[in-house]
């Protein structure tokens, strides 16, 4: 049987078991027949409404948590992209026979999300299995434990959802902080007011993954030129920007000084080599040459910058590429290469954030990113930069921080 026979709205409408589909609004977009059986719903009282507005919490019942609950786990799968399953829950229904009156219910829930070809979640799946009856028999086969095991699991519910909170509320914490200290490293101004040029850093989403991206504009001491570079860190947090914080340092104070960015490269990879949490970290650097119209460059490990030359041709500077920093135990000299341009060409400098997606070729990325570039080259820099994230991000919000710089030649 080929996939053209296969009726898969029958398919959704025959699974044995509740099964819904929302929006990224949770708004729901249809459902089973089961689902809607098992609710006592019909498809018009379900579908194009608000997730909540068709099942709220108990009103009669002030410590009712499971409408938190459920937002909580869609939220999560929105953001990470990733298959969330919930601890069982007591969420009670209003009854369509006597409104007013609430049944006391039990759910296992589970969300998934449905990706379409950039990874952006454009549907959730909600799927529900009824515990009720089994949580009650159980309850009625002790002998004298008619509520206790249902009292146990609702408790027991209520404790792992506090220390979840509690977990989320320590994170969000350390993502404010990590994101402070972010803002004070990183140059919140262009370096040289000769040159047009926009940077731009967005934190990813979730509470850790942030602060691992960096970039810097330097002015260079020879000639009209400056080094423009951007990195990445492993690892995310406090931890992470402490680390950015260094390298980013010490390869601006390296580049002043360097006949090139090879050499200021290898000076790098030496300091990355005593710096705890430097394994492994990526950093492209530039050499601007303004007067003799040249880029120098060199990559430890990092994804390629791009030179969009006025005529539309898309150029990735991908000659000089070696792994990133520490990666070898006894340092090598980096490549180096060197490519010109013209006036009016755009010079553009990002991290992985921008162009990796889950389950995706890189190539396709790199390719998204070119298309993007080209069709706005004609806007100044701080336009193009905003195009650029307004059409690779997601939507929803990437799970990885993103650093763009965009220098207009």
Not at 39 to 47: C, D, F, K, L, N
Not at 312 to 323: H, I, K, N, S, Y
Not at 353 to 381: F, K, M, Q, W, Y
């Amino acid at each position: 049987m080929t996939d053209a026979v296969i009726d898969y709205a029958a398919v959704f409408q025959g699974l044995p078991g509740m099964v819904a589909l929302l929006t990224p609004d949770l708004v729901y977009a249809d459902a089973n027949e089961e689902f809607l059986g098992m609710s006592g719903r019909t498809r018009g009282q379900v579908v194009g409404r608000f997730l909540f507005d068709v099942f709220p919490d108990n009103p009669n019942d002030p410590a009712a948590t499971g409408m938190r609950n459920l937002e909580t786990s869609l939220r999560r799968v929105l953001s990470t992209g990733e298959r969330d399953t919930m601890a069982v829950q007591r969420y009670d229904v209003e009854s369509t026979q006597c409104p007013g009156e609430w049944d006391q219910r039990y759910w296992s829930p589970v969300n998934a999300p449905v990706l379409d070809a950039d990874g952006k979640v454009v549907l959730l799946v909600h799927r529900v299995e009824e515990v009720t009856e089994l949580i009650r028999a159980r309850g009625n086969s002790g002998s004298g434990r008619t509520r206790v095991l249902e009292a146990e699991l609702y408790t027991r519910a209520r404790e792992l959802q506090e220390v979840n909170e509690r977990l989320r509320s320590a994170h969000a914490r350390e993502r404010e902080v990590a994101l402070a200290l972010q803002e004070a490293m990183l140059p919140t101004r262009r370096q040289s007011a000769s040159h047009q040029i926009a940077v731009r850093y967005r934190p990813a989403v979730g509470s850790l993954n942030v602060c691992g991206d960096w970039y810097d504009v330097v002015d260079l001491v020879r000639g009209n030129r400056i080094g423009v570079s951007v990195g990445d860190v492993v690892g995310h947090g406090l931890a992470a920007a402490g680390v950015m914080g260094q390298l980013r340092s010490a390869l601006s104070a390296t580049s002043r000084v360097a006949d090139g960015p090879a050499e200021a490269l290898n000076v790098l990879g030496r300091y990355a080599n005593v710096v705890d949490g430097a394994e492994s970290a990526t950093v492209v650097t530039t050499f601007v040459d303004f007067d003799r119209h040249t880029i120098t460059y060199s990559s430890a490990g990092h994804p390629p910058p791009v030179l969009v030359h006025p005529d539309g041709r898309v150029e990735f500077l991908d000659q000089a590429t070696d792994p990133p920093l520490d990666a070898r135990p006894d340092p090598m000299p980096r490549p180096q290469a060197e490519t010109t341009f013209s006036r009016g060409s755009t010079l553009v400098l990002y991290t992985d954030g921008l162009i990796e997606r889950r389950r995706e070729d890189i190539d396709t990325g790199l390719a998204r990113l070119a298309d993007s570039l080209v069709s706005h080259r004609n806007t100044d820099p701080e336009a193009l930069a905003d195009a650029v994230l307004l059409e690779l991000l997601p939507h929803g919000g990437a799970t990885d921080d993103t650093a763009l710089v965009i220098v207009r030649l």
